[in-house]
């Protein structure tokens, strides 16, 4: 079974912090996304991943940036939060061959809280 | 162009009913739709995808049916079970670019 685990299933941090949520899969994937998840909003892609080292923007970067320094790992980073970041934050991963044709596995999520 | 809307937002069923949950897009360049589900205190997971070279695709009490000249896809489940009641995403993709997601529907399924 593909195990996609996330550091944490709950944090509160405070307006400023910098903030690290870490992703791991033990699959082997060579594609990897953080999403946020908000009621009404459904989900939305951050960042992803299709190789080490690398990255590209999805629809909402603003304010968050990646790093994959290991094939199996890929942590998302508030250089400064926000309240307006407090949300569900899911990260997936994904066999390469086309970034979406093949099924995303996904982490429990962290919700995260800023105040 | 980027969109996919779904409705309902939320959706209650008695047991045995059919649920169904409609997603309509824009993009004629879509060529991938997946559908999703996430139980409480978990990560969405595949439920059944469809290509639009078909018109529907059936796994157990889940069919998907693709309407590509109306530009809607839905999801239907036969005969509906209290352990349905979950949040279904609809999703979308074109040439293996990444999955834009509907906004979901929360399904709850009553004995």
């Known amino acids: 079974d593909v195990k996609v685990t996330q550091s944490s299933r709950y944090l509160v941090k405070r307006t400023g912090e910098k903030v690290f949520l870490e992703c791991v899969q033990d699959m082997d994937h060579e594609n990897m996304f953080w999403y946020r998840q908000d009621p009404g909003l459904g989900l939305r892609l951050i960042y992803f991943?299709?190789?080490?080292?690398?990255?590209e923007k999805g629809d909402i970067p603003e304010g968050y940036s990646v790093s994959r320094e290991k094939k199996e790992r890929f942590s998302l980073i508030l250089e400064s939060a926000s309240t307006n970041q407090t949300s569900m934050y899911l990260c997936?991963?994904?066999?390469?061959?086309?970034?979406?044709?093949?099924?995303?596995?996904f982490g429990p999520g962290t919700r995260l809280t800023v105040l | 162009q980027q969109q996919v809307k779904q409705s309902p937002q939320s959706l209650i069923v008695q047991k045995g009913g059919i649920s169904i949950i409609n997603c309509a897009y824009e993009?004629?360049?879509?060529?991938?739709f997946p559908w999703y589900q996430q139980f409480p205190g978990k990560g969405p997971a595949l439920l059944i995808a469809i290509r639009p070279d078909v018109s529907e695709k059936k796994e157990g009490r889940f069919t998907i049916s693709f309407n590509k000249s109306a530009k809607q896809f839905s999801l239907h489940i036969m005969d509906s079970q209290p352990g349905d009641s979950a949040t279904y995403f609809c999703?979308?993709?074109?040439?293996?670019?990444?999955?834009?997601f509907g906004t979901g529907t929360r399904l709850q399924v009553f004995p």
């Open positions: 993009n004629t360049a879509f060529d991938y």
């Open positions: 997936a991963s994904s066999l390469f061959g086309g970034v979406s044709y093949n099924e995303q596995f």
């Open positions: 991943s299709y190789d080490v080292k690398m990255k």
């Open positions: 999703a979308a993709s074109m040439r293996g670019d990444k999955l834009i």
